[in-house]
């Protein structure tokens, strides 16, 4: 067997195993270390031991879809998990991060908060009830930060809703005392820009778009050692480095896409490694390209 000092240990573990059980390894969640991701999760470590006050500060994160901040949020929590707290009354949730799900309401983002808590929530109570139960709830858990993700989807839905979405947001941070992190594309920007309380709290942040630097190319070799192949793969030569950064357009998510797609690709063919000409021999199509991709028309 060829040297696999080049992969991480877990990586290493199932090699020998069938494609079908390597490829759902790569394409498990994963998170790399960079100086930018590292920068946004100290600002949001800066906000979680914020002491409580009346105004408390906040984080708008945005970034295009699939350039990595809804993993960069996922991380923090990870970083910050829940308490089963077995010798007390109540699990304890620092960090609580909840979807805001299409065409919301006051009572849908109450109702989402107690389902991420599993507590009980009856359709049939009163949204000032809903809102009594969820700041009860929280206190009890200690929750210190909340995070809404997907936050443009606030845009689709009425601007009467639209506005107490936010209100409820807002009133949330107020009498919480808690920070308040959104995440979301460009339209999330527009949606916070509706409050202008909430637009001078929460600061805004954009994800990094990659470029071919030394950091990017520290990302490749991360992005090596995870490879689930036998051969090691030239990720960090210029020439295949570059391809890849063209093909994602910069974006994170992207460069795991493509790259789960070649290892399927290099495990089918058996090469077992993952180099400029697979790469150009993928079908595989770009994130701005694919936008613009519109059902061809029969005649």
């Not at 946004?40 to 970034?63: A, N, S």
């Not at 950091?215 to 991360?222: D, G, K, N, P």
């Not at 790469?279 to 595989?284: A, E, F, I, M, Q």
Request: charged share 25%.
């Amino acid at each position: 067997m060829t040297d696999l000092d080049h992969l991480l240990p877990e990586i290493r573990a199932v090699i020998d195993e069938p494609a079908s059980i390597r490829l759902r390894q790569m394409q498990r969640s994963k998170w790399f270390n960079y100086a930018a991701g590292e920068a946004i999760l100290q600002r949001m470590e800066t906000l979680l031991d914020h002491p409580p006050t009346h105004r408390m500060p906040g984080l708008l994160l945005l970034g295009d879809s699939n350039s990595g901040k809804t993993s960069l949020g996922l991380e923090f929590i990870s970083r910050h998990p829940m308490d089963p707290n077995p010798e007390g009354d109540a699990a304890i949730v620092p960090v609580l991060r909840i979807e805001i799900p299409p065409n919301p309401d006051e009572a849908r983002i109450y109702d989402e908060i107690l389902a991420a808590l599993l507590q009980p929530a009856r359709s049939k109570d009163s949204v000032s009830a809903k809102a009594k139960q969820v700041k009860a709830v929280l206190v009890t858990v200690g929750t210190r930060m909340l995070v809404f993700d997907e936050f443009q989807a606030v845009l689709s839905t009425r601007n009467d809703r639209r506005r107490l979405v936010l209100e409820v947001v807002k009133h949330l941070s107020n009498t919480l005392q808690v920070p308040i992190v959104a995440i979301g594309t460009a339209e999330a920007h527009v949606a916070i820009s509706k409050d202008e309380q909430l637009a001078n709290r929460l600061h805004p942040v954009w994800m990094p778009m990659w470029r071919l630097d030394s950091e990017y190319r520290r990302l490749m070799a991360a992005f090596q050692a995870t490879l689930p192949l036998r051969e090691k793969s030239p990720l960090q030569d210029r020439r295949v480095a570059a391809l890849i950064l063209e093909l994602t357009e910069g974006l994170l998510g992207e460069m795991n896409l493509l790259l789960c797609k070649a290892v399927e690709e290099a495990m089918r063919s058996g090469v077992e490694r993952v180099d400029e000409q697979l790469l150009r021999g993928l079908d595989y199509v770009p994130p701005s390209q694919r936008r613009q991709h519109r059902r061809p028309v029969v005649a």
